[in-house]
């Protein structure tokens, strides 16, 4: 039951990312008395430690709160692709947004590339930085007309793409579009830099910190540790945690879905010629090489789908597996994992003043995986709106638009899928019996006639959780490939033993055992 197939044996048996475990990180205590700053910014991931590194060069005091220890969220897992190659999306923008929109998306995301490449020049900061192109490639006819509408708009845009009916690597396709002046990073020893700037500039970090969602007042802010025992009081308040750790009256929870990808890191037969791809078709495929013990590796990606709602998720592995193992040959497969982001309706991020009427209070979401440029977009303009600066992509990122189309229809379908996996949750019928599961399996159960959560483990001790979310009530699904609860309706998770990894649930799975 739940147990990997032959198949995938040459697979690691458990998750882990190559980024953490070749970096090593400072650690930082947790908050144990009350503090008073000019920023408050909550989670500690790119977009988190991008805005503070800012805010305390331009002199602010500033502190960072994590509920988990930094870096061990998104930016731990991601592929690390500093692109303006968002997949295709410039020609959706100017559908749905207009060609002024479209064009402020493209130089916003323009610039944060600069800053970063002049960021990590100036720090001289030692992060694998490589100077690539991007390439985004259809493999079908239908979606190389799709790619042809995309360049289409790269031309309206003047974005400097390059039609191209080759690659560099033995990839299956019928075209692709190239943009060069790209580049790829290891992002963990980039973010170690600026959290040391950040530090040496005065700055305070805290880990396994969880603040409760419940705000005191208006500015300036108070934010209370979820046991009520310690505060941070400021000015000006971030939330950097995916989910807004507290939703301001912005219904961030239905206005935002999770999508869960996969990552294998692979030893090429054959070297790895250069390029970023990602594919226009499904499932997603998206390519980069990377270093591991002085060897390059390939980082095979995609799978994506809604949280909580893929097939088997050790399968979204082993078809990677094969993928990267068709193109380029597989001489082993030192790691694999996987992540999580958020996709706002119209594929923007929300980015800004968390409401209109929240004044001081900002927000930083839904990256919908491009989040190496989109956090350093976050940065600037949520620094700009402290220091009361104009910044002219205020109104594309603002968390309070409401673009109708396609918004309505995105945003009706969203939440009738919602609604869908709280009946088809709660109404499930369970037949499997806690005794049947194998060591290292877990599964929804029956135990004493009621659904259960269960796992048991590699010493054969049995956890029982009730899979009832904390967040809004939906139920939550086993997902063997991570050991977690995963929720298909807002995206938290929880380990087998049904503690928050990830949010925006604040509270653990209650034990049954
Ligand atoms: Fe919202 Fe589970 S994350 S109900």
Redo the contacts with the bound molecule.
């Keep these: 039951m739940n147990t990997p197939s032959p198949s995938s044996q040459a697979l690691p048996q458990y998750p882990e990312s190559l980024w953490r475990a070749s970096t090593k990180l400072p650690t930082f205590p947790q908050l144990t008395e009350d503090i008073t700053v000019d920023v408050g910014i909550v989670g500690a991931g790119i977009t988190g430690i991008t805005t503070a590194y800012i805010l305390s060069k331009e002199g602010y005091k500033v502190a960072l709160l994590d509920a988990g220890s930094i870096l061990q969220g998104t930016t731990g897992h991601t592929t690390a692709k500093i692109t303006t190659q968002h997949g295709l999306i410039y020609d959706q923008l100017i559908q749905t947004l207009g060609e002024a929109q479209a064009s402020k998306y493209y130089h916003a995301n323009n610039e944060a590339l600069q800053w970063i490449t002049q960021t990590v020049k100036e720090l001289q900061i030692s992060c694998e930085w490589q100077p690539e192109d991007a390439y985004v490639y259809a493999e079908s006819e239908q979606s190389a007309g799709k790619l042809q509408k995309e360049f289409k708009a790269y031309e309206k845009l003047a974005i400097p793409g390059l039609w191209k009916e080759h690659l560099p690597i033995p990839l299956q396709m019928k075209a692709a579009i190239q943009l060069p002046g790209q580049a790829q990073f290891h992002p963990l020893e980039y973010l170690k830099t600026l959290v040391e700037a950040i530090i040496k500039a005065g700055g305070k970090i805290y880990e396994h910190t969880t603040v409760s969602n419940k705000l005191e007042g208006d500015r300036p802010f108070t934010v209370t540790t979820l046991d009520g025992e310690h505060h941070m009081t400021c000015q000006h308040l971030v939330s950097a945690s995916h989910f807004p750790f507290s939703d301001g009256g912005g219904f961030f929870?239905s206005r935002l879905y999770a999508e869960r990808s996969y990552v294998v890191a692979m030893k090429p037969e054959t070297p790895f010629a250069g390029g970023m791809y990602i594919s226009v078709d499904e499932p997603t495929r998206s390519l980069r090489s990377a270093s591991w013990n002085g060897e390059q590796v390939v980082l095979v990606g995609g799978e994506s789908h809604k949280t909580g709602q893929g097939i088997c998720t050790y399968q979204h592995y082993e078809n990677l597996e094969q993928f990267g193992e068709k193109v380029l040959g597989n001489k082993g497969i030192p790691f694999r994992w996987s992540t999580q982001d958020l996709v706002t309706l119209d594929k923007v991020p929300f980015i800004g003043q968390i409401t209109s009427k929240a004044e001081g209070m900002y927000v930083a979401t839904g990256f919908a995986k491009w989040g190496m440029t989109t956090s350093a977009v976050a940065a600037k303009l949520i620094t700009d709106q402290i220091q009361g600066r104009d910044n002219p992509y205020s109104d594309l990122f603002s968390p309070s638009r409401f673009n109708a189309n396609p918004d309505v229809k995105n945003f009706v379908v969203q939440n009738a899928n919602v609604a869908k996996e709280l009946i088809t949750g709660k109404v499930g019928i369970v037949y499997t019996q806690a005794d049947e599961l194998e060591k290292d399996s877990g599964s929804v159960v029956k135990h004493h006639g009621k659904r259960a959560g269960a796992y048991r483990d590699p010493d054969g001790n049995l956890h029982l959780v009730d899979t009832t979310?904390t967040?809004?009530?939906?139920e939550v699904e086993w997902n063997e490939g991570e050991r977690t609860w995963d929720?298909p309706?807002?995206?938290?998770r929880f380990g087998y033993d049904g503690d928050v990894i990830e949010g925006?649930?604040q509270k653990p799975l209650t034990k049954l055992s």
């Excluded at 309706?489 to 938290?492: E, I, L």
């Design positions: 929870f979310c967040h809004m009530g939906c929720c309706c807002h995206g938290s925006p649930a």
